[in-house]
């Protein structure tokens, strides 16, 4: 079965400063990972998917993911903060299962800080 | 534009209360789902359905129900509330392409859920 671990439920920068939020997956079989993104009191939005074509991903924002297959990793990163940025991120896998129909695993969370 | 909308976005209610929330979605989407959103367990999901008639149990689904009689609607019933479903509540909804699930959801705002 697919999982997701997120390292670190709490992730605090400096605007201007390099975002990395960690990712890493367990699949059995080639997945489909994403980002989302959740500000408060609203639902969530995509910020990128990976969906087996080119392993760095560029997504909203100015936000990009690499997928490592070799560490199993789908690590999000930014290179200079945002207050705006200040959110929850989730990374997801998407459950393919045996009938190649996915919904999506989600991982805790990370909670990203922006301080001025 | 295509929107999904949950109703109510708050709602406080007792224990042993039977207790509904409603999401409807315009965009023509097979795929819906029902997820909750707790702190330190990121998303869990409670339902899903792949289309009419269509219903699937989650990784959380005790004490929770849901029916599809069209495509747009997916609403949610907790038979007999707890406080252990306090919580917030997302739908979602997802295209099935060509057999496959990109599994890239489109989510409602939420629907907070006290039960006191």
């Known amino acids: 079965a697919q999982s997701v671990t997120q390292l670190g439920s709490h992730v605090s920068v400096s605007e201007g400063a390099l975002v990395l939020l960690r990712c890493n997956y367990s699949?059995?079989?080639?997945?489909?990972l994403f980002w989302y993104v959740q500000y408060p009191n609203q639902g969530l939005q995509l910020l990128l998917k990976y969906t087996s074509a080119a392993t760095l991903v560029k997504g909203i924002n100015g936000f990009e993911a690499e997928f490592k297959k070799s560490e199993t990793s789908f690590h999000l990163t930014k290179p200079s903060a945002q207050m705006s940025d200040a959110a929850e991120y989730f990374c997801a896998v998407s459950d393919l299962g045996s009938s190649n129909t996915g919904k999506l695993i989600f991982g805790q969370g990370t909670t990203l800080q922006v301080k001025p | 534009d295509a929107e999904i909308t949950q109703s109510p976005r708050h709602k406080i209610t007792e224990t042993g209360r039977q207790v509904t929330l409603a999401c409807h979605q315009t965009?023509?989407?097979?795929?819906m789902f029902w997820y909750r959103q707790d702190l330190g367990h990121g998303l869990r999901l409670i339902h899903y359905s792949y289309g009419v008639q269509d219903t699937n149990k989650g990784e959380v689904s005790d004490g929770y129900s849901v029916s599809r009689s069209n495509t747009e609607d997916l609403p949610l019933t907790l038979e007999s509330a707890a406080s252990s479903q306090t919580s917030v509540y997302f739908c979602?909804?997802?295209?099935?392409?060509?057999?496959?699930?990109?599994?890239?959801?489109?989510f409602g705002e939420g629907s907070r859920l006290t039960v006191l």
């Open positions: 979602a909804s997802s295209e099935q392409v060509s057999g496959w699930d990109t599994g890239e959801l489109f």
């Open positions: 699949s059995s079989v080639p997945p489909y």
């Open positions: 965009w023509n989407h097979n795929n």
